[in-house]
């Protein structure tokens, strides 16, 4: 009997003694774990609050120089009344008022008619004038009355723009469609002989372009190839 009681006794311990082992070695494996999770990993390092607020700062005055810029590109358009304008090239330009909405464009000694409607963009204390097309866009008034006429007269071989020559100038939309452009329309009267022998007054036409100031056309009657045109 005390045989079974021993050996009973021995059984226990033996089970006790079992599983305290399968115990500790689950409580090593999952320090060694955590220990292994908490290791520092080599070569990165953490983003501190420093560098999140600095990184912060300079997106917005990315943004903010951005706005500025887009700022600066939007220019204020207003309609053109009497007055002095100082242009982007250093000229001036004098409009007058007319009857019927019409403007009269003044620079240097020469001036223009027109019916078109201008407007002014004001950016960085300079003024560029335009002028609104059939097309719904926007024409630049580059060339001035004073230039166009010269380059007009050239071609049609004359010397003044004068009221004794019935010369005329006008600013005014040319072309069709999408093709249409703000132009100085120049006419004035001159004078011809046919065959050489008979005096007679030639209507002549030329349009420079408001923009680029190149002629874009010269008209003469049909019948100039028959006549002589002194220079006038």
């Known amino acids: 009997m005390k045989k079974i009681l021993l050996s009973l006794i021995v059984c226990v311990l033996m089970c006790f003694l079992v599983l305290a082992q399968e115990q500790g070695g689950a409580q090593g494996s999952g320090q060694g774990a955590e220990a292994q999770g908490n290791e520092p990993t080599q070569g990165v390092e953490p983003q501190g609050e420093g560098q999140l607020v600095q990184a912060n700062t300079e997106t917005q005055q990315q943004n903010q120089g951005e706005e500025t810029q887009i700022q600066n590109q939007i220019q204020v358009q ?19 008022e007319q009857a019927n909405n019409r403007l009269q464009l003044t620079s240097g000694e020469v001036s223009a008619q027109t019916s078109m409607e201008m407007v002014q963009e004001q950016n960085q204390e300079k003024t560029v004038l ?5 097309n719904g866009k926007n024409a630049e008034v580059k060339v001035m009355p004073d230039t166009a006429s010269e380059r007009a007269l ?6 003044v723009c004068s009221a004794e020559n019935g010369c005329q100038i006008e600013l005014k939309e040319v072309g069709q469609g999408e093709q249409v452009k703000a132009a100085y329309e120049i006419q004035a009267q001159k004078e011809a002989r046919v065959l050489g022998l008979f005096k007679a007054k030639m209507q002549v036409k030329a349009q420079v372009d408001a923009e680029n100031g190149e002629v874009i056309k010269s008209q003469k009657p049909w019948w100039s190839f028959l006549a002589t045109e002194p220079e006038q």
């Open 154 to 159: 050239e071609r049609l071989r004359l010397k």
């Open 78 to 96: 207003s309609q053109v009344s009497a007055g002095e304008y100082n242009l982007e090239d250093g000229k001036k330009l004098k409009v007058q």
């Open 130 to 134: 335009k002028v609104k097309l059939s």
